[in-house]
C-alpha cells in the first residue's frame, strides 16, 4: 500500500520512465537529422579536448561554427559512444528521446502548481499528444534538450518566486547553467525570471507592501540568491564549453548574440511562397505554431490564455499569481520577440519548442477549466471529454511514424499538396527509408549503383549511413532548372526542402515517400521500375 501511493503521487516520474523504455525500440526507426552528423563529431572532439589536457583544438577548427553550441548533449552522447558503442550514431536518437521525455514532469510539477492534479494530468496529456514534440524529441539534438531545460527552469523559477531561500535559488542556478549549456539561446529563461520579479514588486506596491518587502529581503537574502545563481549558472556553463573556456566572460555573450542574429538566409515554403528567412512576416511564427498543434490542443490553449489572463485580472494582487503571470509570459514573450526584433528564423518552430511547454501547461489550465465547468452540471463528463479531445491527436502519432514533426493540422489545407505551401521534410531523415529501399535495388543488379541525392557534404550523411557500401553517391543542392542528369546516374531522390523534388521532372518517376498523404522525398529513377 505505502508503495501504491508513492506511485500515484509522484505519477510524473513513473510515465516517465515508461516513456524511456518505450522510446528505446522506437528510436530504431528514424532517420539522421540534417547536422546530426556535426553534432556527434563536435561532441568527439570536445571530449579529445579534454582529454588531451585542453591541447586538441579540432574543436575549433574542423567543425565549422559549432564550436559557438554548448555541449551538454554532444559531450555526454560522445563520452557513451566512444566508451560502449560502434560509433557515434547509435544511441543518441535514444538519448535524445530521453532528453525530450525529461520534461513531462517539470511540466506536471508546473501544471500541479497552476491548479491541482487536474491540471497537471491534462498538461503532460497535451504535451504527449503534440506530434512536433514527440517527432523532435528523437532527431533534434539542440532545441529538445533546452526545451527541456526551460521547462524545468520555469519550474525553478516559480519556485524562487514562492519562496525565496538560498537553496532554491541555487538549484535555480544549476538548472539554468545546464539549461545555457545545451544552447546559449536558452538565455531567454533569465526575461522569464526578471519578468517574474518585476511582477511581484508591482504586485507588492500595489497591496502596499514594497518598501517592507525590500528592507526584509532584498538587502540579504535575496541579493545572496542572485549571486549564488548568476555564480552557478555562469561556472556550469562555461565547465563544458572549450569555446567559452578561452573568453570565459566575452564568448558565450558573443554567442548568444550571434544566435539572436544569425547572417544566414535561407528559402523557406511559407503560405506558397518561397521566402527568405530574414524576411518571413511578423506571422510566421504564431501561424506556425497554431498550423502545426493539433485542432483541440489549439483551442485548449486559446481557453487557458483567456483562463489566465482572467485570474490575473481578478486575482492578480494575491499570493500565487505569479505563477500564471510566468506561464503566459513563457508563451508571449518569445512571440512579442519575433514580432518586433524579426530575428532570422526558419525550420517552422523549431527553434522555439521550448515554447510547446507552455503551451502544454495552458492547454491543461484550458481543459481542465472547461471540464471541470462541464462536471458540475454532469458528473465527469468533463472530464472525459476533454480527455477524449486530446486523445485525437494519438493517430497521427502512429500513422506518421517516425516522421510525426511534419504534423500539420486541417488548417494547414490538403496534404497532398501540403510541401508547396509549406516546408515538411526539412530535417530530411526520410533519406534513411529511401536508402533502404534503395539497397534491395542494389542487390537485384550486378554493379554499383549511382545516386544523387539532394543534400551538401555535410548532411550527406543523413543517406550515407544506411546505404549500402558498394554505392555510389553523388550530392546536388537547391534547384537545378534546365540541367540533365548525367547518364550514369540510377537514381535521384530529394526532399521538398529547396524546391530539390522538382528537379529532373523528365526521369520517371520511382516512387514517393509520403505519410497521411504529406510528401516527404521524392525518388526518380532512369528507367521505370517498380519499387
Known amino acids: 500500500m505505502p508503495t501504491r501511493r508513492f506511485l500515484l503521487s ?10 524511456v523504455f518505450v522510446a ?3 528510436s530504431r526507426g528514424y532517420g539522421m537529422a540534417w547536422d546530426e552528423a556535426q553534432h556527434a563529431i563536435y561532441g568527439s572532439y570536445v571530449w579529445d579536448y579534454f582529454r588531451s589536457g585542453f591541447q ?19 559531450l555526454p552522447s560522445a563520452i557513451f559512444h566512444r566508451t560502449f558503442a560502434d560509433d557515434l550514431f547509435e544511441w543518441r536518437s535514444f538519448f535524445m528521446a530521453g532528453a ?23 498538461s503532460v496529456a497535451s504535451l504527449l499528444m503534440m506530434p512536433q514534440f514527440v517527432g523532435q524529441s528523437f532527431i533534434n539534438c539542440k532545441d529538445i534538450p533546452m526545451a527541456t531545460g526551460v521547462a524545468w527552469s520555469v519550474l525553478g523559477i516559480l519556485m524562487v518566486l514562492e519562496k525565496p531561500v538560498l537553496g532554491r535559488f541555487c538549484v535555480l542556478g544549476v538548472i539554468f547553467g545546464l539549461t545555457l549549456s545545451v544552447r546559449v539561446g536558452g538565455a531567454v529563461v533569465g526575461v522569464f525570471f526578471v519578468a517574474g520579479l518585476i511582477f511581484c514588486g508591482v504586485r507588492s506596491a500595489m497591496r502596499g507592501s514594497l518598501v517592507t518587502d525590500l528592507k526584509s529581503s532584498i538587502t540579504s537574502r535575496t541579493a545572496a540568491g542572485f549571486v549564488l545563481t548568476g555564480l552557478l549558472t555562469w561556472t556550469i556553463l562555461v565547465a563544458f564549453w572549450p569555446y567559452a573556456h578561452q573568453r570565459p566572460f566575452w564568448n558565450p555573450i558573443e554567442s548568444f548574440l550571434q544566435a539572436t542574429a544569425f547572417p544566414i538566409s535561407y528559402p523557406v515554403q511559407y503560405l506558397g511562397q518561397n521566402i527568405g528567412s530574414a524576411q518571413l512576416p511578423w506571422h510566421y511564427l504564431p501561424v506556425m505554431l497554431f498550423l502545426t498543434a493539433p485542432v483541440f490542443i489549439a483551442i485548449w490553449v486559446a481557453v487557458g490564455l483567456g483562463a489566465g489572463v482572467r485570474s490575473l485580472w ?14 503566459l509570459f513563457w508563451l ?8 518586433i526584433k524579426k530575428p532570422n528564423v526558419y525550420d517552422g518552430v523549431r527553434h522555439f519548442l521550448f515554447v510547446l511547454p507552455a503551451m502544454a501547461v ?8 472547461a471540464a471541470a465547468w462541464v462536471d458540475r452540471r454532469k458528473d465527469l463528463m468533463g472530464t472525459v471529454g476533454a480527455a477524449a479531445t486530446l486523445a485525437l491527436a494519438a493517430p497521427d502519432l502512429v500513422t506518421l511514424h517516425p516522421y510525426q514533426y511534419v504534423f500539420y493540422n486541417v488548417f494547414a489545407g490538403d496534404r497532398q499538396t501540403l510541401h508547396e505551401r509549406f516546408e515538411t521534410d526539412y530535417w530530411a531523415t526520410s533519406y534513411r527509408e529511401v536508402a533502404k529501399l534503395l539497397n534491395r535495388e542494389q542487390t537485384r543488379v550486378m554493379r554499383p549503383l549511382t545516386v544523387a541525392v539532394g543534400l551538401n557534404e555535410l548532411s550527406a550523411s543523413c543517406f550515407n549511413q544506411f546505404t549500402a557500401k558498394d554505392m555510389r553517391i553523388g550530392l546536388i543542392l537547391g534547384p537545378a532548372p534546365g540541367v540533365t542528369m548525367p547518364a550514369e546516374v540510377d537514381f535521384y531522390t530529394a526532399i521538398p526542402r529547396y ?8 526521369m520517371p518517376l520511382f516512387v514517393e515517400i509520403r505519410r497521411n498523404g504529406v510528401l516527404l522525398n521524392t525518388v526518380r529513377s532512369r528507367e521505370p521500375s517498380t519499387p
Open 10 to 19: 509522484h505519477w510524473e516520474w513513473v510515465l516517465f520512465g515508461l516513456c
Open 24 to 26: 528505446m525500440p522506437l
Open 56 to 74: 586538441d583544438m579540432r574543436w575549433r577548427t574542423d567543425i565549422g561554427g559549432l564550436y559557438t553550441y554548448g555541449t551538454l548533449f554532444d
Open 100 to 122: 525530450g521525455a525529461f520534461a513531462l514532469p517539470a511540466v506536471a510539477k508546473i501544471g500541479r502548481r497552476l491548479g491541482g492534479e487536474r491540471v497537471a494530468l491534462f
Open 314 to 327: 481578478k486575482q492578480g494582487r494575491e499570493a500565487g499569481s505569479e505563477r500564471i503571470f510566468v506561464i
Open 332 to 339: 508571449i514573450f518569445p512571440v512579442v520577440f519575433v514580432w
Open 362 to 369: 495552458l492547454a491543461g489550465l484550458g481543459a481542465a477549466t
Open 499 to 506: 524546391q530539390m523534388w522538382k528537379n529532373f521532372p523528365t
